[in-house]
DNA sequence: GAACACTTTATAAATTCTTTATATAAGCTG
DNA sequence: CAGCTTATATAAAGAATTTATAAAGTGTTC
């Protein structure tokens, strides 16, 4: 198994060397932030394995860069905080956090958290893969593979079948489809999704005039199967 | 959202009540086991949505119990236990436990970790079905099945159907259903309607000469069963 | 400026809805 | 119950709408 990221983002120097040596001693490779900008920036850039988050952060607080980085960001987040108040634990656990270790915290502790984090990330049954007979979505990799051939897809391309694939089996309407991927103002251009419908078909259908995946539902929308 | 049944395996009686209490309370199913083998086998019978796991109970370990379950059980198992060591909860977490908490635990925290670990597991929710003989509708998804088969319905075919199902047993009037249907002005169309009823029937009825589902109430309107 | 992705236009094809025609069934009246 | 009237069922033609696809236009990136 190759080395997993993981990224620190603490403003305690002592604490960040102490995560930095107890982790890469234990075969992780460790990338630092000292602020919230810094951290999601870096998340951003280059998204790690999983993040280690400090709740009390200078500039924002843990909680709103915990908020932000979820809507995006589906990898493990650790909390660490000294606050050991009930209230932030429950806070953060409803907001998406993964687990939560409070300062000081016990290194054996957190590197079998840490593993159980990951643990699940890789389980099979946490698998982020969506088939669909011979398809095989990766919403994490936001590959499309067809018998395990890889597609090559547009990023609008990849967003539609992304939400087919996650609605699979329901009528989506156009209106609903355009909201969702072109955003509101757009729900109006249907000719766009006929576009992109007909390039997505020619791509992963055998038959494109004869559909299996992408069905439309004449005068509603389309669905997914 | 359908209740969701957790299990219980502790042997300390008054911990057992505590916790059917805080979980009944909360909305959960609450099933207790006080041994490891009563555990086993409840879990194995009618596999619970997530485990409580006490690590010292009295005939087999927690922690051999914890081995056991995950050679096949897959949802979530927080451990409770009086032993804070740290050991404990390295070995538990790397044995596949999801959570650790420590007692006496605060039941605040508790069922924020009761949710974070459901959360994951229930994200393809599964749409409410309407029933009616060998005929599936969902209301969600905009399908309907016949013995799990999906048909080709037009869009107004599916609304018919759907405002059908959606009063089962009650006659609908000629009037009602072209309003609900086609809009006000469209009331006095009863011709649209016969023509959609008869298509309905083909697709849906074994025998549309003697439907059963959509029966005529003659000089009224109709009745779905 | 070449390559690429998205937007827009044009047109053919497919599907669905409406309307007409006709057959069948049910109900009423003398 | 025959004969008349009204209500319903169904097929099929015609009209309207919706969809598929190619291709041209526009803008962006390297």
Chains 1, 2 share one sequence.
């Not at 924002?60 to 932000?68: M, R, T, W």
Request: charged letters at 25%; aromatic letters at 6%; one cysteine or more.
């Amino acid at each position: 198994m190759t080395a997993q990221e993981i990224l620190i983002i603490d403003d305690e120097p002592q604490i960040r060397k102490l995560l930095q040596i107890t982790l890469e001693s234990n075969g992780y490779i460790v990338r630092l932030a000292s602020t919230s900008k810094e951290g999601l920036l870096m998340a951003a850039n280059h998204p790690p394995a999983m993040i280690l988050l400090d709740l009390g952060l200078p500039d924002v607080s843990g909680h709103e860069l915990l908020k932000q980085l979820r809507e995006w960001y589906t990898r493990p987040i650790i909390i660490l905080s000294v606050l050991s108040h009930e209230e932030d634990i429950i806070r953060a656990l409803d907001n998406g956090a993964n687990d939560y270790l409070t300062k000081p915290f016990r290194t054996g502790e957190l590197l079998a958290r840490i593993r159980s984090s990951l643990r699940k990330e890789n389980a099979p049954e946490n698998n982020p893969l969506i088939e669909a007979g011979d398809l095989q979505i990766d919403l994490v990799a936001r590959t499309l593979k067809r018998n395990g051939e890889l597609l090559k897809l547009t990023a609008t391309e990849y967003n539609l079948i992304a939400l087919f694939a996650r609605n699979e089996g329901k009528v989506l309407t156009h209106q609903f489809i355009l909201k969702e991927i072109w955003g509101v103002g757009f729900q109006s251009e249907t000719q766009y999704l006929r576009v992109f419908v007909a390039q997505l078909r020619k791509k992963i259908e055998s038959d494109p005039n004869h559909p299996k995946h992408i069905v439309t539902e004449s005068g509603v929308g389309y669905r997914f199967c």
